[in-house]
Nanobody, 120 residues
């Protein structure tokens, strides 16, 4: 079994910062791409940022220059440093990971989400 746990959400004022973490535990042979998604009230879930195992990243245009995605492969953990937060960044942030827990079988796993609230 594989477990995905996000942490680090909270409430901040506009212009503030938060750092999200995502820890993958359980039976893990390897982790390929990892990503952060978010879902605002009444909206569809959207990609925030993605990072490959080699560390290549791509970010949504709305967060470029403000958010930084990173990962520690030795710890099976991913991070999202969020600076200059805006009210429109409010939402539930989800961790997604492509995990190989059985040889040649890769599955997508999702966390339960962590709430980020940015007030103006």
């Amino acid at each position: 079994q594989v477990q995905v746990a996000e942490s680090g959400g909270g409430s901040v004022q506009a212009g503030g910062s938060l750092r999200l973490s995502c820890a993958i535990t359980g039976r893990i042979l390897g982790i390929n791409d990892m990503a952060w998604y978010r879902q605002a009230p009444g909206k569809q879930r959207e990609l925030v940022a993605r990072i490959t195992r080699a560390g290549n990243t791509n970010d949504a245009d709305s967060v470029k220059g403000r958010f930084t995605i990173s990962r520690d492969n030795a710890k099976n953990t991913m991070y999202l440093q969020m600076n200059s937060l805006k009210p429109e960044d409010t939402g539930v942030y989800y961790c997604n990971a492509a995990v190989m827990s059985t040889v040649w079988v890769i599955r997508d796993y999702w966390g339960q989400g962590t709430q980020v609230t940015v007030s103006s």
